[in-house]
């Protein structure tokens, strides 16, 4: 069960940086160089930076869930 968890670890912690990467910042960031930055503002953002913020919110979630579990199984484990 913990290489299970410690695998979806690295792999959200990897895709966070990632998705991290991808967001537009003051200068513009990587979304730019994939045609991010061709987007038209209706209402301060588009449908492709609002997908990608709900992407990014929800692998902090899924990696941070990873860590509380990691984190509880080698406290049960060490405590046996």
Do not use: P, Y
Not at 18 to 25: A, K, M, N, V
Not at 26 to 43: E, R
Not at 55 to 61: D, L, M, P, S, Y
């Amino acid at each position: 069960m913990t290489i299970a968890v410690s695998t979806v670890l690295v792999l959200t912690s990897l895709a966070l940086v990632l998705l991290i990467l991808l967001h537009r910042g003051k200068g513009g960031g990587l979304s730019s160089m994939f045609g991010g930055g061709v987007s038209s503002n209706l209402s301060g953002s588009s449908v492709a930076e609002k997908n990608l913020d709900r992407i990014t919110i929800a692998t902090g979630v899924i990696w941070f869930a990873c860590i509380v579990t990691l984190g509880l199984l080698l406290k049960t484990t060490a405590g046996s």
